[in-house]
């Protein structure tokens, strides 16, 4: 159980263009979802908290315009880089968490997906 | 401000026991996580720490001490697969659920 994908898993793309990633819960519900960004030989960056139903709360320094979020469904978060420049090039990862349905509240452990790798020429 | 830290790089032989230590300061704590994470490959859970004490699962056991910041991942009969990134991370009094992670420590084994 717990299994996160994203898709795409790759991705290349020209420099002004925007380009979407998904993040999907594939066995359970997540109220909320997390996307990090991380850079070679670097630790995550968390960029934002994704809530169902409700804006994304960005991280200090990241642009929320530049960096689009939406979590339409319990399920589902995407997140759109709009006008990609190279220096947007990175993994891009996604997290869930799972709600407990004994204690009907989140637990605490995270599940990523695979992640996205955006290279922007 | 918040503030993980764990060592940059170790090197340790196969079949060894390895310890990978992080320790932290955060505003509020709720829990501690250990992630193995290989290169390009996003991390996977390995174990999680909310009260002192040790918590041991097969070769992996995680270690927590609230009273002085301080966590340890110990990794027994070390095998080549082994070599990854291990990422520690910290929930603080934030009730977001948002992941505070540390810079990673790269482990090398060696034949």
């Known amino acids: 159980g717990a299994v996160v994908s994203q898709h795409p898993s790759w991705v290349i793309c020209k420099s002004g263009t925007s380009v979407k990633i998904e993040c999907r819960s594939l066995?359970?519900?997540?109220?909320?979802m997390f996307w990090y960004r991380q850079f070679p030989k670097q630790s995550l960056m968390l960029m934002a908290t994704?809530?169902?139903?409700?804006?994304?709360?960005?991280e200090q320094g990241v642009e929320k315009d530049k960096f689009l979020i939406n979590h339409a469904s319990l399920t589902l978060s995407t997140l759109t880089v709009t006008s990609a420049h190279p220096e947007d090039s990175s993994f891009y990862i996604c997290?869930?968490?799972?709600?407990?349905?004994?204690?009907?509240?989140?637990?605490?452990?995270?599940?990523f997906g695979p992640g996205t790798r955006l290279t922007v020429l | 401000g918040q503030n993980i830290d764990q060592p940059t790089e170790m090197t340790a032989t196969e079949g060894a026991i390895v310890q990978i230590n992080c320790t932290y300061q955060t505003s509020g704590f709720n829990g501690l996580f250990w992630y193995q994470q290989h290169a390009g490959e996003a991390p996977t859970f390995l174990s999680y720490?909310?009260?002192?004490g040790l918590e041991e699962k097969g070769r992996f056991s995680s270690f927590l001490s609230r009273s002085k910041g301080y966590s340890y991942l110990l990794l027994k009969e070390l095998q080549m697969k082994d070599s990854a990134s291990y990422l520690c991370a910290v929930i603080g009094e934030d009730s977001s659920y948002k992941l505070i992670f540390g810079s990673g420590t790269r482990l090398l084994v060696r034949p």
């Open positions: 997290s869930a968490s799972r709600i407990d349905p004994m204690r009907g509240r989140i637990t605490d452990t995270q599940y």
């Open positions: 066995d359970f519900q997540a109220t909320t």
């Open positions: 994704s809530n169902e139903g409700s804006k994304a709360t960005y």
């Open positions: 720490n909310v009260l002192d």
